[in-house]
C-alpha cells in the first residue's frame, strides 16, 4: 500500500500562484506514473498533469498547459505542481494520484491509478 498526502492548497485571487506538494509513503512502481487530478463540486474528476517514470516525461490537460508545471523530487516519492495564472475556473478539489504500471493510454485517465491521496482545496476568488 502507497500512502500519499498532499499540501499547499488554499484561497488565491485570480492572477495568483500556487504550489502544490504530494509525498508518497514508498515509489509505487518504476514503470508507473505520478501526478494530479481535480474535481469541483457537481463534476467529474478531471486530469490536470503527469509525470511518467519512464520517461520522466510531463503531460498537461489542455486547460492548464502553459500555465501548470509538474516536477518531481529525485526518489520519485514527491511530485509537485506549480500552478501560476490561476482563473476562477480553477478552483476545486486537488488529488495526487499514483501508478504502479500505468500505461500509457491511461496517464490521463484515473482509472490508471492505483492510490489517491485525500484532496487539498484550492479555491481561486477574490
Known amino acids: 500500500q502507497v500512502q500519499l498526502v498532499e499540501s499547499g492548497g488554499g484561497l488565491v485571487q485570480p492572477g495568483g500562484s500556487l504550489r502544490l506538494s504530494c509525498t508518497a509513503s514508498r515509489r509505487a512502481g518504476s514503470s508507473g506514473a505520478m501526478g494530479w487530478f481535480r474535481q469541483a463540486p457537481g463534476k467529474e474528476r478531471e486530469f490536470v498533469a503527469a509525470i511518467r517514470w519512464n520517461n520522466n516525461r510531463p503531460y498537461y490537460s489542455d486547460s492548464v498547459k502553459g500555465r501548470f508545471v509538474i516536477s518531481s523530487g529525485n526518489a520519485r516519492t514527491t511530485v509537485y505542481l506549480q500552478m501560476n495564472s490561476l482563473k476562477s475556473e480553477d478552483t476545486a478539489a486537488y488529488y495526487c494520484?499514483?501508478?504502479?504500471?500505468?500505461?500509457?493510454?491511461?496517464?490521463?485517465?484515473?482509472?490508471?491509478?492505483?492510490?489517491w491521496g485525500q484532496g487539498t482545496q484550492v479555491t481561486v476568488d477574490y
Open positions: 494520484a499514483a501508478g504502479s504500471g500505468t500505461i500509457l493510454s491511461m496517464t490521463s485517465n484515473p482509472r490508471g491509478y492505483d492510490y
